[in-house]
């Protein structure tokens, strides 16, 4: 798939447009799109190819107006007969429900169309990056200088592509499908992870309605993603505000298709900030920590107001082997048990302006200074525990964290020849460069449950890195 081509550098602004994409200009507007506000493909330093416009828009314009059809969802999935012929059908129907992710399925419908040799999806699959920049990517001597909590992550995304890949190759009976690598398999994922936007299941299962459908039913998750051909050029920045939604209402939708009289639905974007005409047009992927930025799109950005410091049990437990002072403790048994029964290990974190998790004060409290092992209970379910007692261990943890990425960074550094998924992550972490933290994840999240330190240490680790207007990204 060819990603170079002619670029032109635009006299306003320094953009250098790509002019390599005008197949797929030409096979959106054979499906209705009109490019009424004349969006551009450019290369841009930080981000690689984006969107802009010679034209500026106000607050409450619509950036971009994508007919539905050309998305790919799982109704393009279930429509298309030559793909379901690729499955047996016997075991596709022995399936029981909930069986196959939708990611997955989206994922081996893009290899699909990547081996027919006239898909007419060629010019987007031309459009699609060769190769990723997530972490999941890296070499594995570059994995084993990755931190705690990105690697445990890495290895659940593993567990479930290695799973899913499995269970789809079993149902195939195309031979040239069933052949395809792992290695293809894992692009196809990362494509679909990295490109795909939110569509509402309740829209795509309406316009199912009626029809005889072979996936949805065996699907353990909600089919809400859809790669979304030449949109998926946008890039994040944390401060942009745009919102995205279909021309028409579920509910108008509704009553058209009782009808039958479906007109033309399209994808739509909005923007609520104004954009300067020649610069780049961000839109925002969700209210993203670094961490999961990085695990999920393959970039953190230096200065994210929605960065935190997020960390594992097993961080608290190398803290205590790497403190003198902590190592001798004997820690109960009963109390690693009771954390994990009640899955106080997750959500444990580090917010800017010394503030640490609900669950990250529980726990601390239980290990360090509740005695009484049949108190764990009240502790972890009663009132907030007292910061006092945990203060000085909170503070200190969170300055090994800080040491355990500045050495992640720095050992990357003197790997050669790094991959460009390590070399994302080193980046941002470098010493000196302060904290980043993650991206969004899908849909805003709640606002994180925090207990005030009280100590500057945090806030002085903070501001200092953000003197520096960086921020500790990994
Ligand atoms: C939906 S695509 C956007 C288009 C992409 N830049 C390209 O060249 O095709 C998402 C990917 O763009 C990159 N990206 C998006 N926002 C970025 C940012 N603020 N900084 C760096 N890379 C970014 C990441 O590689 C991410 O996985």
New binding site residues.
Partial sequence: MGRTGRRRRCRRNNVVECYEHTELYRSLGGLGWENGTELRVANFE?????LFSRRGFKAGDCIISLPFESLISLKSIEEDEAFLACFNKDALADFSKGELQFQSLLALYLIYLRLEDNSPRKAYLNSI?ES??TPYFCSKLEMANLPNVVLKQMVQQNEIIKQNFTLLQSILNNDSLQAVDLDLFKWAYFAVN??SVYLEPRVLKLLLKGKTTFFAEKLKDEPNMALAPFL??????AGAETTSKLSISYESLTKQFKKNQITHLYYELFTSKPVPPFSQIFISYGTHNNTKLLLE???S?PANPQDFLELTLDDINAFIRADPELRPLKIHREKYRFIADHSLGEQLFFVPGDLLSHNLAVCLTLLFVEQNIYQLRTVAFGELPPLDPIRDLATRLAQFKLRELETSSRALAKLPDLTASAFDHRRHNEPGKGFSWRFASSGPSAPPKTTALGTNVLGDIFRKRQQKACCINY
């Fill in positions: 930080e981000t690689g190819k984006g990056p990723f920049t990295t490109r998926d050029f946008f890039n994040h920045n799109y393959g970039f950005l």
